[in-house]
């Protein structure tokens, strides 16, 4: 339960409190190490830096004294309502959900008020996941359900990209040219994808059960981290028999990392480097306190007995365990040519060696960036295609081009 909606006291509290927890013993123990190196080199050194180690500590243990009681502070007004709401603009709301994907995991295991749950969003607002609430949230539902899943440190509203210059949303074009309802969803990514996959099942169910109309077919679109939490619910769903499984007619993964993101191997690889010299150690403890959602995104892991008792870490293997698609869904994996997050080999899930992540999926590639993946003039084309089961229309003043050839975006 949480204690209080989050305001912006919260936000300074939160900072202070990650101030106390991580930078602060980064910057002691790199002042610790760099004493005990040049102290170490002057003959009879060692007395002197024993003094100077005492007053360095009970400096260090003064100014984490005071980040924790500040903190505190701030957040008991916080409580008492200080602040401006942080759900109370766009800006706030998506600075929560990067700080859930930088820290997610920790605030969720001390019910922190700043931790996201995994919610139904609708106007920059949760919806009530029953009859009611699904009916005043959808007045023109339909039968067609597709279900937007945000990646890492976005939010439900990140799916606007760009629609302010006059490009027409997801949403906007399966309403109009699908007949289809797109409904948000707003998750904290910081937590294993495993788990926001088995809660994200759990949804899916009360969302076909009480959604304003009958379900004919539910569509599911993740965007990057997204995407391995739609993989990591179906089969979630399917080990459970859940009923929403078999209404699942597609799924389309864009720039999704299914073997594994390179930049979080990166920064394994600095944190192994950096921890090879005392100096630089502490940076490395830094580096290793993201969260297990970050780390997930290595690998590219969907299920618990992929990371369940391991450090994920201090590991390097892939350790993938294969998990079944779904027989009668259409599997759409979409990469960016110029996607410098996700390989092009990652986002279709086809390693150089091994089987294909979903052996029946196609894959598309068009022009762009990763983010550009959120609101793509030929990826919404493609969408309402699939959506339909019509094939896409072909780009103005252009040739027919397969599946695997890049498009231009217009952009």
Known sequence: MQSAPPRSAHTAALALSYADEVVVPCVRDVHRAVSRRVFGAVVGGRGPRLVHDAVAALAYTGVSQGLRGASAGLRRLADRGLGAPVESTPRTRLMRSAVNGLVGDRLASREDPYALPLSVRAGGADVTPEPHGFALAYPDATSEVVV?????????????????????????????RAGATAVRLRYNTGRHVSDNGAELSDLLTKLVDGWPVPVARLHLVGHSMGGLVVRAATSYGVARRASWTSQVATVVCLGTPHLGAPLERAVQVGSRVLGLVPETLPFATVLGARSVGIVDLRHGYVSSDEWHGRDLTAQWGDGR??????????????????????PGRSSAGRPGVGDPIVAHSQDTRVAGGHLGLLNHPRVGELLVAWVTGRPAALPSSAAPTSPSTPVKDPS
Request: zero cysteines; charged letters at 20%.
């Open 148 to 176: 937007l899943v945000h990646g890492l440190g976005e939010n439900d509203e990140s799916w606007d990209l760009r629609a302010g210059r006059g490009r027409t949303t997801y949403e906007d074009a399966l309403r109009a």
């Open 321 to 342: 365990i294969a998990t079944a698609p779904l027989a009668h869904a259409t599997y759409h994996f979409v990469a960016a040519t110029t996607d410098l997050l996700v």
